[in-house]
């Protein structure tokens, strides 16, 4: 596990980041926020590449900068190219194995793994230099696999990739970390992240907005009621019921008569009390469905 602990990092009158504290988990988390939200100031600190201001950074007890015994246990995919460019793809990731730790025969074994496992394919024969921004991707993710570290960071790692290559990406990352590696994946495009996990980090202006499952996330928004879809038989007699329980708040009809949209300010009395009514009465129920319960409304609502 990497934990950081009331971590600040500031550049001048500058703050990056602000008495963030969290900790990263097996498995993939998602790390969202709009661009200049602190994303990969956050990342260059849990990576060791910065020092924080205030605070601390660990990985399983033992402080990660400036220490090489916790740096080999992370895998970094940093946003930015650093490349020697007239090598190949897989001499490129064989080098950085070689930094890693590995003997040379094994760099080249590993090399050729990590390659494989983000299908960069024949790519990795051409030259850095001739690659497309999508091949350089891949090459940078693999340079983070190569010497197999427990924790992975990715920072935006899908920025300039095809879809086909995307979906790849995406199976991969997600692939990790039911290996059981803990992988913190940044990005600003919330369907990315929502292929790859639920759980997130908000980070908003430098600071930790929320952390957790979306669902969990969302009903702990409580100024903002969830909207609830529903589509029954007998929507009139249903929506009699609702505007009588504490738990709602409006009730509107769609277009059609046959389906309503609840404002729920309690999710749990209300499936409760749903569950009564219809075991009372035959409300003919086909969908039940909270339309904000999202990444994308979580994120919307939290910025807001």
């Known amino acids: 596990m990497i934990r950081v602990q009331s971590v600040s990092k500031w550049y001048g009158l500058v703050v990056g980041v602000n008495r963030i504290s969290l ?8 790390l969202l926020g709009v661009n200049g ?4 100031t956050l990342l260059n600190l849990m990576a060791g590449l910065l020092k924080p201001s205030s605070g601390t950074v660990e990985l399983d007890g033992k402080p990660v900068f400036a220490n090489p015994e916790a740096l080999k246990s992370l895998g970094y995919c940093p946003s930015p190219d ?20 590995l003997s040379p025969a094994r760099a ?5 793994e990590a390659c ?11 030259k850095v230099r001739a690659m497309s921004k999508g091949m350089r991707q891949k090459v940078k993710m693999a340079q983070a696999l ?12 899908l920025n300039g990739m095809d879809p086909p290559s995307r979906a790849q990406s995406i199976e991969a990352i997600r692939r990790w970390g039911e290996q059981g590696k803990s992988v ?42 969830m909207n609830v879809f529903v589509r029954c038989a007998d929507a009139r007699d249903l929506a009699a019921a609702l505007i009588t329980w504490p738990c709602v708040q409006s009730v509107s009809f769609g277009a059609e ?7 729920v300010t309690d999710m749990g009395d209300f499936r409760l009390r749903l569950g009564d009514l219809m075991a009372d009465r035959e409300l003919g129920l086909e969908i039940l469905n909270p339309l904000d319960d999202n990444l994308s409304a979580v994120f919307s609502y939290l910025v807001a």
């Open 37 to 40: 939200a602190g994303k990969s």
């Open 146 to 157: 190569v010497h197999d570290p427990p924790v992975l960071l990715l920072d935006e790692p």
């Open 82 to 101: 650093h490349f020697y460019e007239d090598v190949t793809g897989l001499e490129f990731v064989a080098y950085m194995g070689r930094l890693s730790g």
């Open 257 to 263: 008569g046959k389906a309503l949209t609840a404002e």
């Open 184 to 225: 913190l994946v940044s990005s600003h495009m919330l369907h990315e992240v929502e292929a790859m996990t639920s759980r997130i980090l908000l980070l908003h202006h430098g600071k930790l907005l929320a952390s957790g499952e979306v669902p969990q996330v969302r009903q702990a928004i409580a100024s903002r009621p």
């Open 108 to 112: 080249r074994e590993r090399a050729a």
């Open 116 to 126: 494989h496992e983000v299908a960069l394919g024949e790519e990795a024969g051409k």
């Open 23 to 30: 900790s990263v988990e097996p498995g993939v988390t998602g």
